[in-house]
């Protein structure tokens, strides 16, 4: 992976960040950090922008997945050039827990404890839900199943999609081990596999294939819908969201970390303090075509989506998914979905 040049050549801001966003305390020429983020470039380059028009801190950013940026930060170690790690997803996040520093309590109760680490060293900046998306020329969300394991029946599987190399995919499944087992996992993903399930490499593909009528259902991020529907309005596309507690409607978060060795302490704080502002926040409900959730109180997710507290009902921490994470990529590859 190669850094991407800075977001913008921005000159020194005198303002400091909004009201509840930690500020730096200082100017200077050069100021930058370097962000490892597994977080899509569409996605959060307005969000970075933002910061660095409103700091003056200009971000190096390398782009890649949150699995692979994780283990590139472990290959370094005390020499990665990383200031912050911005992941996709907690098992990225928990996979280098011993490599980031205790982040302030102010900081942490900005967020429920569910989408934080349970020793601070990173926290959830925004959430989203697994679902199935599904054409709505092909069924009514009333009829579908509530329960991720229907899927798998010879009727959805075969016009069903999947991301088995995506992170959100792998932790939904390290999801279903906790909850349901191995061996009853392990059936489900032959029985997909067995069925004909098709495969994409992203959340994205499978929602534009099911607006495309190429297959009928898919399981997805809640949030990709919406940026399909921004480019095909009349597109026949919708989510169903399944039972709470259900490994299928996995709540799971985005989320930040600073790096143990960072040089930059003050300004990565300032980053991250950034994420979980009311801006920081407001941006997901308001601004963001995704809509992912904000994680922050106060905060309504975007017109038409449940609220978060309908929709949580995991029993386990999220930290748990980095320690399932190599059990499932071996399970998902034994199956015969390369990973």
Not at 31 to 57: A, M, N, W
Not at 114 to 122: E, H, M
Not at 283 to 290: I, L, P, Q, R
């Amino acid at each position: 992976m190669k850094f991407r040049r800075p977001l913008a050549a921005i000159g020194i801001l005198a303002a400091g960040l909004m009201a509840g966003c930690g500020g730096s305390g200082s100017s200077s020429d050069n100021r930058s950090l370097t962000i490892y983020s597994g977080r899509e470039e569409e996605i959060v380059q307005p969000l970075f922008e933002t910061f660095e028009k409103q700091t003056g801190i200009t971000l190096d950013v390398r782009w890649g997945k949150s699995a692979e940026l994780a283990a590139q930060i472990a290959e370094e170690g005390d020499n990665s050039p990383a200031d912050v790690i911005f992941s996709q997803d907690a098992g990225a996040l928990g996979s280098v827990a011993s490599k980031l520093s205790a982040l302030p309590q102010t900081t942490l109760d900005r967020v429920p404890a569910t989408f934080r680490d349970g020793d601070g060293r990173w926290i959830g900046t925004s959430g989203r839900v697994r679902v199935v998306v599904y054409n709505t020329k092909a069924a009514s969300g009333a009829a579908l199943p509530d329960d991720v394991l229907a899927y798998s029946t010879p009727k959805y599987a075969s016009r069903m999609g999947i991301a088995p190399t995506n992170a959100s995919f792998q932790a939904f499944v390290s999801a279903m081990r906790i909850t349901h087992g191995d061996a009853r996992t392990k059936t489900w993903l032959t029985d997909l596999k067995n069925n004909g399930v098709k495969t994409f490499e992203s959340n994205r593909q499978i929602v534009e294939a099911v607006a495309a009528g190429e297959i009928d259902y898919g399981l997805v991020n809640h949030y990709y819908l919406a940026l399909v529907k921004a480019e095909q309005p009349d597109a026949p596309i919708a989510n169903k969201f399944l039972a709470a507690g259900d490994p299928g409607a996995l709540v799971n978060v985005a989320g930040v970390g600073i790096l143990a060795t960072t040089e930059r302490a003050k300004d990565a704080q300032t980053f991250v303090d950034f994420l979980l502002s009311d801006e920081g926040q407001r941006f997901y409900s308001t601004e963001a075509e995704e809509n992912e959730y904000p994680l922050v109180a106060g905060f309504d997710p975007a017109p038409g989506l449940p609220k978060l507290s309908e929709l949580v009902g995991e029993s386990f921490p999220l930290t748990r998914l980095a320690d399932e994470e190599k059990t499932t990529l071996e399970m998902i590859d034994e199956v015969g979905f390369t990973v």
